[in-house]
């Protein structure tokens, strides 16, 4: 068993996440010190319970934890209000205290929800993430934000609240869906494309096989220390940290414009990353072959890379680029942008000329 540690370093909220298959047996006394009354209160996936119930209560036998399940249908529509309400009146159902640690089992949306209600429960209660999608493993159970979608789009409510742990038992992804794990790896490769040439270099030459066994570990401890040194230099994200969101103001507008159900997270971000890219290529920040390569990086693995390719379509430009107008790193009505100047060299742009990048969604909606 190989396992990996990654520390993220925040003074008094340092946190380790523990990577690699049989992650979650290593982990039973680390819980057991988290989670001081004997029990373990989880907001748990249904589909990822459905397929690893036994091993989760396994694991929390084996560290004296009485489990209480809360099941969350995940997806994009757990992170509401409504659901949010659901989770915390449950939680003050369960007496839960202050003290105690909120478990979030589950994909990146029901651990955005659960992080959220332990920031509100009681003021702020403990919190531990146990992720079950790539995508959560990767990317959204470290860092701290938390967070639900509104009427307006995604995010736009929502807390930074740290872990005290997190468990990305690579095992866990043996019941998701390939599409899932593809869909996931588009964070892996925009860390290597924000700042970290040689990972994307490698990634680059492994293709699909970055998706298996000791390549996957290795690729998803790379992608988590990146996240966590830029989370240690600006966890509140006044700065650098928006780096993180290379592609995501794109991915957020094809999410908040697809068909209902059609799209996913991952696979908006992997299109948005290259439209970045091009945009970066057409103001003459970086050459064209950078969007062409992030592209080929991300079909080699399943992933679209051009509008046309994007489930959940038509798009049009114009609604795009008002919804990239409400974006959350806007500041006075003008849109910011991650744009790059090359493999590894992301920049944060701010002020993007809004009927320049609508002629830029125009013809690349066409
Ligand atoms: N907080 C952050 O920093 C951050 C960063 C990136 C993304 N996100 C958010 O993450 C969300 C996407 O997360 P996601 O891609 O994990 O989606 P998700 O949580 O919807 O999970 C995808 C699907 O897989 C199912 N599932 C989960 N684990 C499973 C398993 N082990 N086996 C089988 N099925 C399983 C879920 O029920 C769901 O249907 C988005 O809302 C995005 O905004 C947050």
Not at 27 to 35: M, W
Not at 66 to 72: S, W
Not at 133 to 162: P, W, Y
């Amino acid at each position: 068993m190989s396992l990996q540690t990654v520390r993220v370093d925040l003074g008094a909220r340092s946190y380790d996440v523990v990577i690699g298959d049989g992650s979650l047996e290593a982990s039973a006394e680390a819980l057991k010190a988290l989670c001081p009354r004997g029990r373990a209160i989880v907001a748990a996936d249904a589909a990822a319970l459905g397929h690893h119930r036994e091993r989760l209560l396994a694991v929390l036998d084996a560290a004296g934890l009485e489990p209480v399940l809360i099941e969350i249908e995940g997806g994009e529509g757990a992170k509401s209000w409504a659901r949010l309400e659901a989770l915390v009146e449950a939680m003050l159902d369960a007496n839960m205290e202050r003290g105690e640690a909120l478990i979030a089992f589950g994909g990146g949306t029901v651990g955005d929800l659960a992080g959220f209600a332990a920031a509100v429960m009681k003021r702020g209660c403990g919190f531990i993430q146990i992720p079950t999608t790539l995508l959560a493993q990767v990317d959204s159970s470290v860092g701290g934000k938390t967070g639900i979608n509104t009427r307006r789009g995604k995010n736009l409510a929502g807390a930074f609240h740290q872990p005290a742990l997190v468990i990305a038992d690579t095992g866990l992804l043996a019941s998701l869906p390939r599409r899932e794990v593809a869909a996931g790896f588009a964070e892996v490769v925009k860390a290597g494309l924000i700042a970290d040439r040689a990972l994307f270099e490698r990634l680059e030459a492994q293709g699909a096989d970055a998706l298996e066994g000791g390549a996957l570990v290795r690729a998803i401890a790379d992608a988590v220390a990146f996240k966590a040194r830029i989370v240690a230099e600006d966890e509140f994200e006044s700065g650098r940290r928006a780096l993180l969101n290379l592609g995501h103001t794109f991915a957020h507008a094809f999410e908040a414009e697809a068909r209902k159900g059609t799209l996913i997270h991952g696979e908006a971000v992997a299109c948005g990353i290259v439209l970045a890219l091009k945009y970066s290529a057409r103001l003459g920040h970086c050459a064209a072959d950078v969007a062409d390569r992030a592209a080929a990086a991300f079909r080699a693995i399943g992933l679209p890379a051009a509008v046309s390719d994007l489930p959940g379509g038509p798009y049009d430009a114009e609604a795009l680029a008002s919804r990239m107008g409400d974006d959350k790193k806007n500041e006075g009505g003008a849109i910011t942008l991650i744009l790059a100047r090359g493999v590894g060299e992301a920049f944060i742009a701010r002020g993007a000329d809004r009927a320049d990048l609508i002629e830029f969604l125009k013809g690349e909606t066409r």
